[in-house]
């Protein structure tokens, strides 16, 4: 491998991470508020398919971006009203979502598009372009730092670059702030936060709906940045990778970009290389392409260590009287 290919290789698993980025900050908004939530999968599907719709009908990508956002929530209020207001099962109530999504999708795109699924090509202006960073091009002979910066880091769709600045806002409201304070007392213990008289029904609420609204961002990216249009089952995973991105990331901020960017870099190999010599033998195409998936059965197996979710977690909050 050079270093030309390495750039590339670089480049690709920043564009594929992003999408896992978004899925797994969304799902750590909601674990840490004491809401599980397997239907991350679904709230990308939706959100993928929405976005990729209204961008085809009205030609603008913004608007296909609102109406994925807005999916996404829609799932997301679903999701909390049946595990929080309801006190239902949260793991039954994600996978429902996920069902929900898959058949809906490809049902509303038969009807609209006729086209087996799908959504017409996307072009334009109902796409995102990709926006090249400042002094990329005057860095671009600078050795080493130059490409790195010039075709790794610069080039890429503005969510990209959105995804990239949750990571530290993120660590911010939960860390630094009065809000995240309570939302992450909520998720280890909501009989205490209910005595000091916050609300924590709402609080769990506003949780799900951030993990809505970055979850349409996911979904949205990956229709109308990553690809340019909606295909049946795109997600492919990605809603389960990020959970467990988020268990590799014991529900930190920036252990969960790293683990993000592991995941991406795996899919970058595999969709780049049929297969990897090694030295003493060849790595086939088939295993090279289950890569990120094999190190997700891994993560979930627990060979990366002991992963304490919130204590709460899982758990519908009954208020004593």
């Known amino acids: 491998m050079n270093y030309l290919d390495l750039i590339q290789i670089l480049d690709s698993s920043i564009r594929l991470a992003t999408p896992l ?28 398919f929405f976005s990729a719709a209204v961008a085809a009908l009205t030609g603008s990508v913004w ?67 990709p926006i090249e960073l400042p002094f990329a091009e005057a860095l671009s002979g600078v050795p080493f730092i130059g490409p790195l910066y010039a075709d790794a880091l610069s080039g890429h769709t503005i ?22 304070l309570r939302l992450r007392a909520v998720g280890e213990n909501p009989g205490a936060v209910d005595t000091a008289g916050v609300n924590v029904v709402r609080l769990r609420y506003a949780a799900v709906a951030i993990c809505g609204v970055l979850c349409g961002l996911s979904g949205s990216f990956l229709a109308t940045g990553l690809a340019a249009s909606f295909t049946q089952n795109m997600s492919a995973g990605r809603g389960y990778i990020a959970l467990a991105a988020l268990i590799f990331a014991k529900w930190r901020p920036w252990y969960a970009l790293g683990a993000c960017l592991l995941f991406g870099l795996l899919q970058a190999i595999s969709n780049r290389y049929s297969s990897i010599d090694l030295v003493l033998f060849e790595i086939p195409n088939a295993f090279v392409l289950a890569l990120p998936y094999i190190l997700t059965v891994v993560i979930l197996a627990g060979f990366v260590g002991k992963a304490v979710p919130p204590r709460a977690g899982g758990q519908p909050y009954v208020k004593e009287r």
Not at 35 to 40: A, E, K, P, Q, S
Not at 92 to 119: C, E, H, K, P
Request: net charge positive.
């Open 21 to 48: 980025l978004f899925a797994c900050l969304a799902g750590l908004f909601s674990e840490r508020a004491g809401v599980f939530d397997i239907g991350l999968e679904g709230k990308i599907l939706i959100s993928a």
């Open 63 to 129: 608007l296909g971006l609102l109406a994925g956002i807005a999916s996404s929530m829609v799932f997301s209020m679903i999701h909390g009203l049946a595990s929080i207001t309801f006190r239902g099962d949260q793991l039954i109530s994600g996978v429902a979502i996920n069902f929900l999504a898959a058949g809906m999708t490809v049902l509303i795109a038969q009807d609209w598009f006729s086209q087996g699924g799908r959504t017409p090509q996307l072009s334009g202006g109902a796409r995102f372009s």
């Open 159 to 180: 969510l990209v670059y959105v995804g990239l600045l949750t990571v530290p806002l993120t660590w911010y409201v939960l860390f630094r702030t009065r809000f995240g």
